[in-house]
């Protein structure tokens, strides 16, 4: 689905991601990568196969899109370096000719000489477009005339219908003062959010991104 | 030598001969059977000294070995395990326990362990057991998982499982099937094999199956011991003065609660038993505010209610303090309040032997005669009340059905055991498989939980970093080596699963009970609650307890607990349809059924009262949409799953979506377009054709698993809940249930605590011969089709109940398009 926010084209990918052609810049949040094997490392039986899978998706994205950039909005690392984070190396060999930029989020808490060897280009507390600011907690946002893009809070939205009917979907969420994008790791959970009348959120769903 | 010429035996007649009193014939039998080295049941109404029945049988024996045995190695001590369900009932089986054996100077200790017994005395009895323990479920496993726990049961005689009815239908009675199988074990490796398990049970549908479940060796000596003692219980109903009183959908019942004085003011001590914890706190409010005199001279009783507190009220029930309690189920079991000389009932307790257990809380002496009124909450709980009388006149009586396969608890048990002192596969693969929980159990199933506790799940991709159960190279056990993880486990042992509580505590001082976290985090400083009848002011929350002071407000919210709503049991559900018939005919004996009459007409005239040979649909158009009612009358589990299956098959006719609804009586399809709906349709879509089949599709497509799995990953470990007071806050590792259902769901789709959540639906709630013979009954029976213009007396409770699923066959996109999104306003 393609939307326009101050004259700029954007395109809400259902992956959850946005890519902004102008920039030939892709954007994706709380990706939380080592999540899974974090949690592994703790005696919690979660499944290998889970931070690959996310990984195949942003593949996906990749040669959808061709971007020149890659910005992940914060939470990028969920903890620590582990298996799951040698397995994104390994991956991203691939990509070589891709920016990886990466916008410092709670979780990113690892050293910069880390960050470095891996390769990534790292932002604080944002990441400024002529007509964005993409920053991991929209609060936070000093940049005045520029409209905030954030992460963070992993926002999700119900719809309700006749017959007390009612859906639950991951979400974008374009309000008034800032823009939220959904969490990009399937191994996430949902905040929902209440937008006022005026504002837009597209919600998520498998096949599809549909404005409600 | 008999029983009877032994110096055990004498000195315990004796005993009683003193106060003039012989024992009953029942406990009598249970002493010889287990002085013969029988295991068993015992089968006894509360009241007629069942514990004796048992603990003497141990005493005897102890008496009669005294001589012989010289003296014992400190840890050598414990004879006696007494696993009770609740923790307010081991203080006064202990309290008991003791006066036996000073009377009978016998030098037995008498130690009670369980969530309320202090650091101090746990140490104390790791050093030195008591010859006597009585314990929950869930302590004896955290007793597994103590270090050095193996040696703790060389010298132990008898396990027995008091109010064994209770456990058995659920994952706790699964817990103790696995401490015993374990505790067996470790005698036989110790070729010392002298243990008896006993358990105690009142009347049951199964009562064959329940001594199956506890000693599940049929090679072994068994026995069921039946006391013919027939208490004599008297149900009242207290009835409005004209069913316009009664609401037609309710739970609270307040309305008559003026009819309840007169009562309370002629008896000693009343107990009053309402369903949930939060409508007992309005019921305490509400009779204050009509009778100010009861002021100081009632109090509330349930599990949410701090521990001295709740000591303080039974202390109170004993002397005789108290005019009236109202108690949850908390009160349901065992322990004898002598002056407590009527029972009410408030709401239906949805089953005959949950009624009769709790009339038997009255006049707890033998010979006595118990009194029971019930006190409806909305009018067509009068048929039940009548439908309850009967059942109970022909000891119609339901089962238990015993828990089987659950995953979960078996991963819990062995992590616990991992912690303990480590365990060898192969040995507990056979305790376990010995289980009647888990004899179906297959190798490749255990293999997969080995793997699941040691690698994590994963078969092909084994990855290093995954830390829980290891092997220990030196003695080939499995064990858990990290001190953070055997923490993290002992806080969550256990399979009662509840939002996580936080205490509450006054601001200067002294704790009130507890309450979820989810109701906290609605309220604002200054906002005013209820809770163990007080209203409280909430002031913040601090080390993870909310912080109050006494509000002075006269009215306030109160808490919601989540506790499952009790289902219409089947044996009533029969007898329910059977009153239905009797209302209009006239034909009945109950005077409840008079006074719903007028209600029944009003039925009739909207719609129509279904006979025992017709199935009933109610179709409803109005604002809110297009509405089916069915009444079946096979309780709120059945319909839950009959209301998914008859969606499906809708379904499948054109694409729509539908909001389920239901109660004990039956239940809602809400769609936003007309339902297709004929004679034909009705009988296709109640067909017991490709019946498992259509279900597990109608399951598949229903929350109804991945609610199940709530539980599910909290007893396995999976997602921590808060533990009140002890709260690991380790934000790194938090998760949901939901989560982890729906990456299993993707991700691992063999996984078996997936599997087993389906199973509970499909195995536990369906019953599916129970809903088989449902189809065929509708089958057979003449289907009525209305179309009311209004609700009708019938339909009105279901179309208020708030619990719904979904089930749809359109696509999401399609009913997005309809559907709005919730705004600030």
Known sequence: ?212 | MSLAKTKGYQQVLDWLKKDDKKPFKFQEEAWSYYAKGYSGLVNAPTGFGKTFSLFLAVVIEGINLSEVKDKKRAKDRLQLIWITPLRSLAKDIARAMREVLAELELDWHVGVRNGDTSQAEKLQQKKSMPEVLLITPESLHLLLAQKGSSTLFESLKCIVADEWHELLGSKRGVLVELAISRIKGLQKANKKQHLRVWGISATIGNIEEALDVIEPDTTAKRTIIKAKLNKKIIIKSILPDDIETLPWAGHLGLKLAYKLLPIIEKSKTTLIFINTRGQSEMWYQYLLNIEPELAGRIAIHHGSIDFELRNWIEDALHTGLLKAVLATSSLDLGVDFKPVDTVVQVGSPKGVARFLQRAGRSSHSPGETSKIYFLPTHALELVEAAAIKEAAKENNIESREPVIMVFDTLIQYLVTLAIGDGFEDKIIYDEVKNTHAFKMLLPEEWSWMMQFITSGGDSLTAYQEFKKVSKDEEDGLWKVKSRQIAMRHRLHIGTIVSDAMLKVKFLSGGYIGMVEEYFVSKLKAGDSFTLAGRILEFVHIKDMTVIVRKSKQKKAMSPSWLGGRLPLSSSLGTVLRKKYNEVLNKTHQEEELDVVYPLFLVQQERSHVPRNDELLIEMINNKEGFHLFAYPFEGRLVHEILAALVAYRLSKLVPITFSLAMNDYGFELLSDIEIPMDDAIAYEVFSPENLTEDISLSINSTEMARRKFRDIACISGLVFQGYPGKYVANKHLQSSAGLFFNVFSDFDKNNLLLRQAYDEVFYQQLEEPRLAAALHRIQQSTIVITHPKRFTPLSFPIKVDSLRANMSSEELEHRIEHMKVEVFK
């Open chain 1, 1 to 212: 689905m393609t939307i326009t926010i101050r004259d700029e084209e954007l395109i809400l990918a259902k992956e959850r991601a946005i890519f902004l052609p102008n920039e030939q810049l892709l954007a994706i949040s709380d990706l939380h990568l080592g999540k899974a094997a974090h949690f592994r490392k703790a005696g919690l039986q979660v499944p290998s196969t889970l931070a690959q899978s996310d990984l195949n998706r942003l593949s996906n994205l990749l040669s959808q899109y061709q971007p020149e950039t890659l910005l992940i909005n914060g939470d990028m690392f969920h903890h620590d370096l582990n298996t799951d984070i040698d397995e994104f190396e390994r991956w991203k060999e691939q990509y070589s000719n891709l920016k990886f930029v990466l916008v410092k989020g709670n979780h990113d808490k690892l050293h910069e000489k880390q960050y470095e060897n891996l390769g990534i280009e790292i932002h604080e507390p944002s990441y400024c477009t002529p007509n964005f600011c993409f920053i991991h907690d929209a609060v936070k946002c000093t940049e005045e005339n520029l409209y905030p893009i954030s992460g963070h809070i992993h926002p999700g939205v119900s719809v309700y219908g006749k017959a007390k009917q009612s859906l639950k979907f991951p979400c974008f969420y374009f309000g008034n003062d800032y823009a939220v994008i959904p969490a990009f790791s399937a191994f996430t959970g949902l905040s929902l959010i209440k937008p006022r009348a005026n504002e837009q959120v597209y919600a998520v769903t498998p096949t599809k991104v549909v404005k409600v």
